[in-house]
């Protein structure tokens, strides 16, 4: 049995020297910590024998998020090299010191995703996610980045995707999602920054943090097989949605205005209308405080499963249909 240590450490990620009709496993070194050692991250290839697109997928740039890691597993397990054409590249873990720290942010407490495509010269976790592009993600000619909910929320299944572009529009839709929104890259996040280097990037959200789903894990996995084989990259059938989408030309978060305990009725993928009641807050003795309602239709993308409310508090993502 192989231990994962004993796999190359690479520099950077030179997609021309992995050989043809192989799948490989290395560590690509972005930093080293306090002693000096290492910090990297793992990748691993599979380039078919007959030249075609690079497609990225990335997992975990958020440390609590758990969910991209066996879907970029399964999918490589599942890859037929005579069958592949072009190349696939995993990132299976992006952000290793929040990972191992069992925490979202970076070891310095930042958001990795709100810094892309970070600083040469700058912070800790500037520098890190500087080299991540420098070094790995600026190889990619798409990008698939897998994400989760936060701590103390859930997710539907859905996508943020720029639907006005029409590469990005059919790399969403092929990702049979409950819920897509149309979302431009913003600057910071690992998918803009894809965006900026003229890489076609979707964010793709499956599930909850800090456990495996396996409905989500397979939903993940389908909706990559199904760009792969679109792309040509890959033989076999695209698998159609069971229900169709619902595309959201806007979503936005509605917050507390007190703290209290916090129930949120609605479900996810719940439609609901304008003056509907979506949650309650109520003191610790059980009193009411506040309700709050729907302030226009919509359905639910996300929600707080929190019941422990502060002041300015999430209850739920409202994705405004178009």
């Known amino acids: 049995m192989m231990d994962a240590i004993s ?7 030179d997609l021309e020297k992995v050989e043809p009709g192989t799948i490989q496993k290395f560590w690509v070194q972005l930093a080293t910590d306090g002693i000096g050692m290492p910090i990297a991250v793992p990748v691993i290839v599979a380039k078919g024998q007959k030249a075609g697109p690079v497609v990225g997928i990335t997992a975990a740039v958020h440390g609590n998020e758990l969910n991209g890691l066996p879907v970029i597993q399964r999918l490589f397990a599942e890859i037929k090299l005579d069958d592949l054409t072009g190349t696939i590249v995993g990132i299976l873990v992006v952000n290793v010191p929040g990972l191992l720290l069992e925490q979202r942010k970076f070891n310095d407490g ?3 995703n709100h810094i892309m495509p970070g600083r040469e010269n700058g912070n800790n976790s500037e520098v890190f996610v500087f080299r991540l592009m420098e070094r790995i993600v600026n190889r990619f000619e798409y990008l698939i980045d897998l994400h989760t909910a936060s701590s103390g929320r859930i997710n539907s299944y859905y996508i943020r ?8 529009k059919r790399m969403a839709l092929l990702q049979n999602a409950d819920i897509i929104v149309h979302n431009p890259p913003r600057d910071g996040t690992l998918r803009g920054a894809a965006d900026d280097l003229g890489i076609h990037a979707i964010t793709l959200e499956v599930g909850d943090p800090n456990r495996f789903q396996k409905g989500m894990i397979r939903s993940g996995l389908t909706g990559i097989h199904n ?5 040509g990259m890959q ?14 030309k806007r979503s936005f978060w509605i917050f507390t ?27 610790v003795f059980g009193d009411p405080l506040k309700t709050y309602h729907a302030p226009m239709d ?21 994705g405004v249909e178009f």
């Open 110 to 112: 930042i958001d990795p």
């Open 227 to 231: 760009f792969l084989v679109d792309l």
């Open 298 to 318: 919509g359905i639910v993308i996300g929600k707080s499963v929190n019941p422990v409310a502060q002041s300015g508090s999430r209850i739920l993502h409202l």
């Open 7 to 13: 796999f190359p450490i690479l520099r950077d990620l």
């Open 161 to 168: 995707a720029d639907m006005k572009d029409p590469v990005t």
């Open 257 to 283: 205005q007190g703290g209290g305990i916090l129930m949120v009725n609605p479900g996810l993928c719940e439609m609901v209308e304008k003056g509907q009641s979506i949650g309650t807050l109520r003191t």
């Open 235 to 248: 033989q076999g059938e695209i698998e159609e949605p069971e229900n169709p989408v619902v595309i959201c």
